[in-house]
């Protein structure tokens, strides 16, 4: 196995050879004829022309020759056996996604753990695994991560893989791969590069919780919202974060995330310095959990208490567990309310599992969240994918370039058929 030397200078971002593979993450609705042909097939299929022509807006001879690229690059299989009775020519005949050939490769890299996630065309998880993230030096635990993926994908004789999402905290050069990690110790970490070298795939590396929000924004099975919309996406587990998503796409800076990390945040039974991380992460969590002899305190050699332990300690009747749990709550309502005044989105999601592992929680987050606002009322949506919500997202920057470009996607993994692409500019209305 391939490793990349590590260069802390801003010109070793340059393309080369080595980063040819690494790819500027796709999170948005793409409206160019193929993708919008594509979007419509996957949402709607078994589907006939007529029916993507006026769900797309796009003219019939626009939509038939993309699904004729479609067809030749092998995304799309026709159904002769949906046909209507009697009708006449190819173009009556429904398509639908030729999932079964095809995967991606998702990879969620946690402060402590990594999810590898294996995803279909329609981004249902086929199959994931979860493995600890490597504490050594970036290099060394690149390798090792790196080259878990690729043991990983040789178990997959069956389907050809497509492309590598890579999801991860911390500052993201989405155009390079690289990585600014400060609570892995991570500093310009190549991690599109190292994957790409590795695994021969196309790679593209997306801030995690901006992947998150496009798993919201693109598998949420939702219909697309206005050009002029914008959705407000909060997380909370071990870290803290947030995304933006404007006009269908989700707003990734160039300079990197911003930070909710250090927002003021006060409860004297969390504890913490007043910052929000250090008061609602799963760590800050456990401390007070400990320090009220909720859990056992932390040993030497020890397994020290888990949020699984506390959230099993409130639900059979622990009081100061349930106390505990529900200050955590009003805490997050409190800041998503701050950010919604803040930013004053059209719709308001939260996800991690400091909102989902405990929904009786969520009564709290949502009586913090309308006392502190001073707006008018606003529901909070809790995501789509529940506690899965991290491989939602690895599985959706591994699948975003092919629903932004599907035709071009095939080029780029090197399948046989994808150069006949259509070459309609038409856009959907």
Not at 152 to 161: A, F, I, K, N, S
Not at 261 to 268: F, G, H, T, V
Request: a positive charge; hydrophobic letters at 40%; aromatic letters at 4%.
């Amino acid at each position: 196995m391939r490793t990349t030397t590590l260069t802390t200078s801003p010109h070793s971002r340059r393309p080369s050879l080595r980063t040819r593979h690494v790819v500027t993450p796709s999170l948005h609705l793409s409206d160019t004829a193929a993708a919008s042909v594509f979007r419509a097939v996957r949402l709607r299929g078994p589907i006939g022309r007529d029916v993507i022509a006026q769900t797309t807006s796009l003219s019939i001879a626009t939509v038939n020759r993309q699904v004729i690229a479609l067809l030749n690059a092998g995304l799309l299989r026709e159904r002769a056996d949906l046909a209507v009775a009697g009708a006449i020519g190819r173009p009556r005949v429904p398509v639908e996604v030729n999932h079964e050939p095809f995967m991606t490769l998702g990879v969620h890299i946690g402060a402590r753990t990594t999810s590898i996630v294996a995803t279909d065309l329609f981004g249902r998880t086929l199959d994931a695994v979860e493995t600890p993230t490597p504490r050594s030096g970036q290099g060394p635990a690149l390798a090792a991560l790196a080259d878990g993926a690729s043991r990983y994908l040789r178990r997959w004789h069956r389907r050809r893989p497509l492309w590598v999402g890579v999801a991860i905290g911390g500052a993201v050069d989405g155009a390079s791969g690289h990585v600014d990690h400060p609570r892995l110790g991570w500093r310009e970490a190549p991690v599109g590069p190292v994957f790409a070298d590795t695994l021969g795939l196309p790679v593209s590396v997306a801030s995690h919780v901006d992947t998150m929000a496009g798993a919201e924004l693109l598998l949420g099975m939702r219909r697309p919202a206005a050009s002029s919309s914008t959705s407000l996406y909060v997380y909370a587990r071990e870290t803290v974060g947030y995304a933006l998503v404007i006009g269908g796409r989700v707003h990734s800076p160039a300079s990197g995330p911003g930070t909710i990390a250090n927002l003021p945040a006060a409860s004297e039974l969390l504890g913490g310095s007043g910052q929000l991380e250090s008061t609602v992460s799963d760590e800050a969590v456990l401390a007070a959990a400990r320090r009220l002899r909720i859990l056992p305190a932390a040993r030497v050699g020890g397994a020290a208490g888990t949020v699984t332990e506390l959230l099993r300690a409130a639900r059979n009747g622990n009081q100061q567990a349930k106390d505990l749990l529900t200050e955590r709550a009003r805490v997050l309502g409190e800041a998503v309310a701050l950010l919604r005044d803040l930013l004053n989105p059209d719709d308001l999601v939260v996800g991690g599992q400091a909102f989902t592992e405990y929904p009786e929680g969520m009564v709290q987050v949502e009586a913090a969240f309308a006392a502190r606002s001073v707006l008018p009322p606003r529901d909070i949506r809790v995501t789509t994918f529940g506690n899965r919500v991290q491989e939602a997202g690895a599985g959706i920057v591994s699948l975003g370039g092919l629903y932004a470009d599907p035709l071009g996607a095939m080029r780029r993994a090197g399948l046989p058929g994808s150069t006949l692409i259509a070459t309609d500019h038409e856009s959907s209305a």
